[in-house]
C-alpha cells in the first residue's frame, strides 16, 4: 500500500508565461494507504491531467507528488511501479487472455518462473470469475469480459497504486453497475491505494472513500460520499452532486430570536438557530431542497415550509416517482416514495424538514448550513419536527 500525497500540483499547456491554459491549479490531496480516491467533475475540469501527473504521464508545471514521502516527479512512468486502467481496455488483440494476463510480468525483471506465472494468472484470473476465458482472444469477449481482463492486467503486478481513467465508460447503464460493484469490492480485497477518474457522480458516491470534486482545474472539495452529499462546500458541489439535481430558490433570512426566519417568493418558515453552525452575517441567500427530501404535505407532518405546486410531468421509478412541478417560486422536482396516483395538473403540497433544508449565501455561494444528519440534530430543537 501507498501514502499517496499532491501537494500544490500546477499544470499549464503551452507558456506560462504567455497564454498557456491551466489545466490543474494548486491542487493538493493527500490520501491515505489503501483508500479509494475518485477525482470527480465535469469534463473539462482537470481530473484526467491529475491521474495522468500522478501516473507520471504528464509533468506537473508547480508541485509535488509523493509516494510514501518520496517525490516522485522526476522517476518515469514505467518506474513508478504503478497500474493504469483505461476507457479502452487497451488489450493486446494478437494475444490470449493468459497471454494479456501474464505480459507484464514476463517483461518485468522480477525472478518468476513460467511457473509461478501461469499459477498467479490462474488466482487472477479465479479471482475475476474469467478462468474459463482463459484461452480466448479479446475479440471473442464482452465488454464486460474484456474490462475483467484489464482489470486483472493490473491487479497481478500488485502494484503501488491502482488509477483508473472512466474505464467503465464504454460499457452499457447495467454493465457499469454491476462491474462498479466489483471493482470497489476487488479494490478493498486487494488493499492497494486508488485514483479513479469519472465525471458520473452516481459511480462516484458508491465506490469512493474519499472524493475529489474539481471544476476550472481547482478542487472545490475533498470529502466522504456523506460530506459532500450533507455538507457540499459551496454551490456547484451541491449542483454536481445528487441525482434528480438539487431544487434552488432565492430568498432572504432575518434573525427571529432563537431562530432564523426564511423567506421565499412564495413561501416562509423558520430554522433553529441550534441547526445553522455559524452565525449567518448576510440576509440574501439561496434555499436549496434535495428532491428526495421533499413530502407531500398531507402524507408528512413537519415544521418545515409549504410549496403549492402544480404537477407537470410524473417520472415512474418502480415504487417510486420523480415528479416535477410548477410553483411561484419557479420549478420544482421531487422524488415521491411509495404508490401514488400523481397525475399532470394534479395540485398538491410540499414539505420538508428544516433540518435538511440547505442555505447558501448568495454572493459568495459558499454553504451556510447543510443538510444535518440525523445523528447530528437530534439534540437540537425542533419544534416536533420529524427528521
Do not use: W
Request: net charge negative; glycine share 8%.
Amino acid at each position: 500500500m501507498t501514502h499517496l500525497e499532491v501537494d500544490g500540483v500546477t499544470k499549464v499547456f503551452g507558456d506560462p508565461e504567455k497564454d498557456g491554459v491551466v489545466a490543474v491549479n494548486d491542487l493538493s490531496i493527500d490520501v491515505p494507504d489503501g483508500d479509494f480516491l475518485v477525482l470527480l467533475g465535469p469534463s473539462g475540469c482537470g481530473k484526467t491531467t491529475t491521474l495522468r501527473m500522478i501516473g507520471g504521464l504528464e509533468d506537473p508545471t508547480e508541485g509535488e507528488i509523493r509516494f510514501d514521502g518520496t517525490v516522485v516527479n522526476d522517476i518515469k512512468a514505467r518506474n513508478r511501479d504503478v497500474a493504469m486502467v483505461f476507457q479502452d481496455f487497451a488489450l493486446y488483440p494478437h494475444m490470449t487472455v493468459r497471454e494479456n494476463l501474464g505480459f507484464g510480468l514476463r517483461r518485468e525483471d522480477n525472478d518468476m518462473t513460467d511457473g509461478e506465472i501461469d499459477q498467479r494468472v490462474t488466482e487472477v484470473a479465479e479471482m475475476l470469475e474469467i478462468e474459463e476465458l482463459l484461452n480466448n482472444k479479446p475479440a471473442q469477449l464482452s465488454g464486460g469480459q474484456q474490462q475483467r481482463v484489464a482489470l486483472g492486467r493490473a491487479i497481478i503486478r500488485e502494484p503501488r497504486l491502482f488509477l483508473f481513467d472512466e474505464p467503465l465508460a464504454n460499457l452499457d447503464a447495467q454493465l457499469r453497475k454491476t462491474m462498479r460493484t466489483e471493482i470497489d469490492e476487488l479494490q478493498s480485497q486487494v488493499g492497494i491505494t486508488s485514483a479513479y477518474v469519472t465525471h458520473n457522480q452516481e459511480e462516484a458516491m458508491t465506490i469512493a472513500d474519499t472524493i475529489a470534486i474539481l471544476n476550472d482545474g481547482k478542487l472545490q472539495q475533498l470529502g466522504t460520499p456523506d460530506q459532500v452529499f450533507n455538507e457540499p462546500a459551496n454551490l456547484f458541489v451541491a449542483q454536481f452532486v445528487g441525482s434528480p439535481d438539487m431544487n434552488l430558490y432565492s430568498g432572504r433570512v432575518t434573525d427571529s430570536g432563537d431562530d432564523y426566519a426564511i423567506e421565499t417568493d412564495d413561501t416562509s418558515f423558520e430554522i433553529p438557530k441550534a441547526l445553522v453552525e455559524t452565525e449567518i452575517d448576510t440576509s440574501d441567500v439561496l434555499v436549496g431542497f434535495r428532491p428526495q427530501d421533499l413530502y407531500q404535505r398531507a402524507a408528512r407532518l413537519t415544521e418545515g415550509p409549504d410549496v403549492d405546486a402544480e404537477v407537470r410531468v410524473v417520472e415512474p421509478v418502480g415504487t417510486e416517482a420523480i415528479v416535477h412541478a410548477e410553483s411561484e417560486s419557479g420549478d420544482i422536482t421531487a422524488k415521491i416514495g411509495g404508490f401514488h396516483d400523481l397525475a399532470a395538473g394534479d395540485s398538491l403540497t410540499f414539505t420538508i424538514a428544516p433540518e435538511h433544508v440547505y442555505l447558501f449565501d448568495a454572493e459568495t455561494e459558499e454553504l451556510i448550513k447543510g443538510r444535518l444528519m440525523a445523528e447530528r440534530a437530534e439534540d437540537a430543537p425542533t419544534n416536533g419536527v420529524e427528521v
